[in-house]
Each structure stands twice: as C-alpha cells, then as structure tokens.
C-alpha cells in the first residue's frame, strides 16, 4: 500500500492565513513568526502534499486551484480549534457567520435583516466581507465567507442556494429633464442621451451597451463610475442619466422610472454544495429571506414589477 502524505497543522492553519493576504510579510507579521520561517512551512507543505500551492506572476503571488482548496481547510481547522480552545477555557463556545455581499446589496437590501440579527444575537461573531459578483463566489467558494449574497445566474447551480429577490433595473432622471414623467422607459428613450455607466469591461456596463446596441440605440459616456452610490450621486448632479439596480432609491432631485428591456437579476442567499451551516449561519440567512421584499416596500415599487 502506498504512503499517504501527512499535513503539519500548523503549517495548514499558516497557509490559511498566507492565502488572505497572498503576501508572505503581512502573513509573518500576523503569525508573529520570521518571514523566512513563513516561507520554510509553506514549502513543506507543499512538499507533503506534493503539489504546488501557489505561483509567482511578475510581482504577485496567486494560489493554484490545490492552494484555493489546501486554505479552505485551514481555514476550518482554525474556525474548528478557535471553537475548541474557547471550549477548554471555559469562556464556551462563541458561534460566528461570515457574509459577503457587494455594495448595493449592503446599503439596500441587507440593512434591516443584518441590524435585526445583531439585535437579537448579540452572542454570535458577525464578519462582513464586500466585493462583486465574482468575489463573493469565490469568497464563498474558498471559504473565506459561509454566506454570500449576489445575482448568481447559471452559476446558482454550483451552490445551495435559495432566491433572495428580483432585482428590474430603474432609469435615474433629473426631474426636470423630459423622460422625468413617464411611468416606464424603454431602451430605445435612451437614443441620444449622455449615461453614467461604469467602466468598460464591467458586465453591467457590457450588458446594457449589448443590449442599446441590439436596439440601434446610439449613446454617449457621461462619465464612468463604479458602484451605484457614485453613479446615483452623479446622476443627481446632472452629470448623465444612469442605468442602477431598482433597489437603489432615487436621490434627491431625481425620479428612478423602471426601465423595460433590461433583463432583471435574481440576487441569492448562498452557500458551499454540502456545507452544513452553524446556528448563527442559519439564523442569518433566514433572517436575509424574511426581510427580501422591504426594499420594494419602502420604495412603494409593485410585488410583480421586474
């Protein structure tokens, strides 16, 4: 029978922590541990394990997809001894949830459900990551995060999730400007006009061009902004119309008409194929379900607009 490698734990638990910063000094310095001695764990352990962890690419390290996975173990062997040592000491065991979402979801969709958890688990350790669609995957994925909130498309099938809401998306207008009294607009009311996008090679910004120029539609770049605090911002400076998500609420001296032609986007709560999720894990993503419509209700939007 053949050898079967062994793993140091620490050395597992190290990479952990390497694998958040991907830079080997800030990961010694957390560890309060010689960078040299840093080093020397990691290529042990690749050394075990046989495979390489992770790469150099000009300046920058990266993880292998076999260090994406060696991480996710360390990090819930550490999760798993943090839990152990508490119980040991006496002090019990303190139950934790981590989530990642992006921006808009924060400030608006998630605001009431996350205050309401701090409220009534006040004992629970709550971790909140931000990031877009492909970091919250990923930081799901790797487990860096137990929940993720974001539109999944295809890539729901990949985890246990569960739809949060449908997200349309709103065109934001200065309210004296002419499209400002419609009750919806088209993509084709968008010929002509100046928009606040973000840059190119952002899919929301691919997307609504793919779609404006299936349409004939011609346009021009206001300005380019990344995130919808900002575009919403620029919009009300009469900087351009924007394009955001029907969640954002229209700042003040702009109207958010809902905006035909733009396929709406099904945010998820999410987690790991498999994962079996904690108390306080759990009681957060109920807590997220149960508070999925109030951004329509508080935006007086109808249930069944998209």
């Known amino acids: 029978m053949a050898d079967i490698p062994t793993t140091n734990l ?34 042990k352990l690749g050394e075990q394990l ?31 001894n943090q839990r152990f040592v508490q119980r040991m000491s006496g002090a019990g065991s303190k139950d934790s949830v981590s989530l990642v979402a992006g921006e808009g979801a924060y400030l608006h ?12 688990q006040k004992s629970m350790s709550l971790s909140l990551l931000a990031g877009d669609r492909e970091r919250a995957i990923s930081a799901v994925d790797h487990g860096e995060a ?14 246990d999730a569960r739809p949060l809401t449908c997200v349309g998306q709103v065109l934001i207008v200065p309210t004296a400007h002419p499209l400002a009294s419609r009750r919806f607009a088209s993509l084709k009311d ?23 120029a299936a349409e004939g539609v011609e346009w021009e770049v206001a300005v380019e902004a990344n995130g919808w605090a900002l575009m919403l911002q620029f919009a ?9 998500n029907a969640f954002c609420p ?40 149960d508070q999925a419509e109030q951004w329509r209700a508080s935006l007086a939007l109808p249930q069944h607009w998209s």
């Open 236 to 244: 009300a400076w009469s900087v351009g119309l924007a394009v955001v």
């Open 10 to 43: 620490d050395a597992l638990q190290s990479f952990s922590v390497f694998a958040d910063t991907l830079n080997l000094s800030e990961a010694a310095r957390q560890l309060s541990i010689s960078q040299p001695a840093l080093h020397t764990k990691l290529r």
């Open 146 to 159: 137990q929940l993720g909130v974001a539109p999944l498309g295809e890539a729901a099938s990949a985890f």
């Open 109 to 120: 969709l998630l605001g009431k459900a996350l205050t309401r958890f701090r409220s009534s």
């Open 190 to 212: 968008l010929h002509g006009q100046s928009l606040i996008v973000p840059q190119a090679g952002r899919p929301h910004r691919e997307l609504l061009g793919q779609l404006l």
């Open 50 to 80: 046989n495979v390489p962890l992770y790469v150099r690419q000009g300046r920058l390290l990266k993880l292998t997809a076999e260090g994406q996975e060696v991480a996710r173990h360390g990090r819930e062997l550490l999760a798993l």
């Open 250 to 289: 229209a700042p003040r001296g702009t109207v958010a008409i809902p905006l035909r032609g733009y396929p709406p986007l099904t945010y998820h709560v999410f987690h790991r194929a498999g994962q079996r999720l904690g108390p306080a894990a759990s009681r957060l993503s109920e807590g997220i379900l």
